[in-house]
């Protein structure tokens, strides 16, 4: 049980994704206006969708970044890299949390 739990912890961590392509945050998609009386954006059809990284960094404080269109495909697959490795490295807390309950209890035998 012991070597099966390590396999899959060593299986988890071979999957998670390359650090310095993780993003934290979520996308927004925003219609805007610009400010000028006279275009169309006035008359109800706004500019966009100019999108948005927003990033909370704690209670009450968020943070956000314009997305540009070619940087949009890169963002999307950064943030689901974020998202990947959480759920990993959750996974292998799990199991180094079950292998030390393990070691302890055959230390005791
Ligand atoms: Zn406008």
Redesign the pocket.
């Known amino acids: 049980m012991v070597e099966f739990l390590q396999q899959r912890r060593q299986g988890l961590a071979k999957l998670l994704p390359p650090a310095e392509q993780t993003l934290r945050g979520s996308l927004i998609e925003r219609y805007v ?2 400010g ?1 009386p006279h ?4 008359r109800g059809e706004r ?1 966009g969708p100019v999108w948005y990284l927003t990033v909370t960094l704690g209670p009450g404080r968020t943070t956000s970044v314009v997305v540009s269109g070619e940087q949009l495909e890169a963002v999307r697959r950064w943030i689901e890299n974020y998202r990947k490795t959480k759920e990993n490295l959750e996974k292998i807390s799990e199991i180094n949390r079950e292998l030390l309950r393990r070691q302890r209890k055959k230390a005791k035998r």
């Open positions: 206006t610009c000028n275009c169309k954006c006035a500019h």
